[in-house]
Structure formats: structure tokens, C-alpha cells
């Protein structure tokens, strides 16, 4: 009996996914299913062949009379007409069958935000949509500094992300510390500034305002951290500035 309160209930969400536009429909029949992925396979008047089964690591799923079925790399639509094929004739007569995706594989989120980890895919879901899962970005995180891997035919291609754009099952989202240096002394305004590549101590001390009438431009020291210990030096306006430099412009004397 409960058999068949299932497929009632998944003839029903059917009828409501008819009631989206047809392109929304397309785009899941064209989705290429990976492990991790959970699909829903009716096969209508056949209860025991109607569930939902997650693809195991290999890409594949394990199904009644047929065993183990590759299902990794097709399309939904590809997945279905397989079924349809494999039981055709053998063991069904015209079979009528629906593949629906139940579940889509979950997105990673690691770096700078509040509760790194894996979080559940739904259709709509944008890069800001997937940080706000995560418990929104942590006091540390850099908004321009966001990389996403995602894997295309088989290949691991990395992207920087703008917070508007899409994300898609599977992908791993990694949110960087914010670079900056650090500024003290006589400059017009003493704190922190963001790193930027080829920034040096001239461009530094201009971010910071420039000097002041008292500083001295010759004595200027740089604390730097190399490999794990803090060492401090003298800097040239120059030389190179990195990402944790703190900079100190000490007072001259006239």
C-alpha cells in the first residue's frame, strides 16, 4: 500500500514541475548527472520499479533487474531513455519511464566564511545565495579574491567569481584571506590598506596619504614575516611591499 502512495505522491510532483516553464524542465533534462547526484526513476503501473537511487562513487546506480546502470556523464534524458532500452522487451512491454533529478550533489565551501563545508544544490542558487549558506563571509575574508572550481568534460578549471554569479552542483567555492599592509608613523593617515600586486613602499605611502612634515624618509622599517618568524629591516621607497608588512615611519630630527 505504501508502495503506491509513493507513486502517487511522485506522479503528483510531476504534474507540479509541468507547471514551470518549459525552459526550467529543458535545462534538468540536460543536466549531466555526477556521483553524488540523486535521481527519481518512475516507471508508471510498476511500483517496485519506481525510487530514488543516489549514484555511488563510480557513477553508477544500482537498480532492480538491471543491476548496476552507468549513469555518470549521461544527461538525465540520456539516463532515462537507458532505462527505457534496458527494459524493453526482456522484462517490460513499452515501458513508460520518468528520470527527474531528486536531489543535485552539494557545493563546497571552504576559506573565509562562517561554517565552511558541503551545503545542499538548489536550482537558482548564486555564488551570495551559497556565502549566506555558509553563514556569510568571516571578518577575514577578501570579496575580490573568491575562486571556484568546477569540473567541465572531465577537467578541473578555476574561475574568479563576482557574488551574482550562478553556482552549479559540485562546484567548490574557496573564499581568500584579505591581503593587506600596515602603515604607521608619520604618514597623513596611519592604518591599513589592501595588497596589491607590484605594490611597492612609494605607492604604499601614497595610499596612506604621503608623509608629514616631521617623518623621517631614510630611517623607514619594514617588519616582514619569513618563514614563520617576524623579522624587521630597512625599506627603500623603491623596494617591493608584501601582504602582512607593517611599515613604520619613524620621526625625523631637525
Do not use: C, H, W
Request: aromatic share 8%; hydrophobic share 40%.
Amino acid at each position: 500500500m505504501n508502495s503506491y502512495k509513493n507513486i502517487i505522491v511522485k506522479l503528483l510532483l510531476l504534474y507540479l514541475v509541468s507547471l514551470f516553464p518549459v525552459g526550467q524542465v529543458l535545462a534538468q533534462d540536460s543536466y549531466t548527472l555526477s556521483p553524488g547526484d540523486e535521481v527519481s526513476i518512475i516507471v508508471f503501473g510498476e511500483a517496485d520499479l519506481t525510487m530514488d537511487i543516489k549514484l555511488d562513487e563510480n557513477g553508477r546506480l544500482n537498480y532492480p533487474l538491471l543491476g548496476a546502470v552507468r549513469a555518470g556523464g549521461l544527461t538525465v534524458a540520456e539516463l532515462e531513455k537507458t532505462i527505457t532500452n534496458e527494459l524493453s522487451g526482456t522484462y517490460l512491454i513499452d515501458p513508460d519511464v520518468r528520470v527527474t533529478v531528486a536531489q543535485y550533489r552539494q557545493v563546497y565551501i571552504s576559506g573565509e566564511v562562517s561554517a565552511p563545508g558541503g551545503y545542499d544544490y538548489k536550482p537558482g542558487l548564486t555564488l551570495n545565495k551559497a556565502i549566506a549558506l555558509a553563514g556569510g563571509f568571516g571578518a577575514k575574508a577578501s570579496r575580490e579574491r573568491i575562486t571556484l572550481t568546477r569540473v567541465i568534460n572531465g577537467v578541473s578549471r578555476q574561475y574568479n567569481m563576482r557574488l551574482a554569479d550562478a553556482v552549479l552542483p559540485g562546484d567548490i567555492i574557496s573564499v581568500a584571506e584579505y591581503l593587506q599592509v600596515f602603515v604607521n608613523g608619520e604618514v597623513q593617515r596611519p592604518g591599513d590598506y589592501p595588497y596589491q600586486t607590484g605594490l611597492t613602499l612609494e605607492k604604499t605611502i601614497a595610499l596612506a596619504g604621503g608623509f608629514t612634515g616631521r617623518a623621517s624618509k631614510k630611517r623607514i622599517r619594514v617588519s616582514r614575516e619569513v618563514d614563520g618568524q617576524q623579522q624587521e629591516g630597512k625599506i627603500r621607497l623603491r623596494d617591493p611591499v608584501y601582504p602582512g608588512d607593517i611599515i613604520s615611519v619613524p620621526e625625523g630630527f631637525f
